[in-house]
Nanobody, 123 residues
Framework: QVHLVESGGGSVQAGGSLRLSCAAS????????MGWFRQAPGKEREGIAI????????DYAYSVKSRFVISQDNAKNMVYLQMNSLKPEDTALYYC????????????????WGQGTQVTVSS
């Protein structure tokens, strides 16, 4: 069972950037998909970016497309989320997750989750 640890969250002003990191305890290529999700207070968990580890195919939620970029470093068992042009509505707890079967933005398919890292964007 993989252990995922997120880092890189923090507080930033609107328009700023942050880079989130997800460290996996084992080879991420053992998992079909790695994803970033977020949950704001009072809202459901939202899938925002995924990467198919074998081929590097990515997909994004419409709300972050063209602003966020997901990437992976298989040699280091790391997944990253570069977040640019941040908005106050991006404020949330951000989670990294792994999926052995399915690749998509729906969180119900992901079996393994990190504890999350907080991102706060002020206006």
């Amino acid at each position: 069972q993989v252990h995922l640890v997120e880092s890189g969250g923090g507080s930033v002003q609107a328009g700023g950037s942050l880079r989130l990191s997800c460290a996996a305890s084992e080879d991420i290529s053992d998992y079909v998909c790695m994803g970033w999700f977020r949950q704001a207070p009072g809202k459901e968990r939202e899938g925002i970016a995924i990467i198919e580890t074998g081929v590097g195919t990515t997909d994004y939620a419409y709300s972050v497309k063209s602003r966020f970029v997901i990437s992976q470093d298989n040699a280091k068992n790391m997944v990253y989320l570069q977040m640019n042009s941040l908005k106050p509505e991006d404020t949330a707890l951000y989670y990294c997750a792994a999926n052995v079967i399915h690749c998509g933005l729906d969180s119900q398919f992901y079996e393994y989750w990190g504890q999350g890292t907080q991102v706060t964007v002020s206006s």
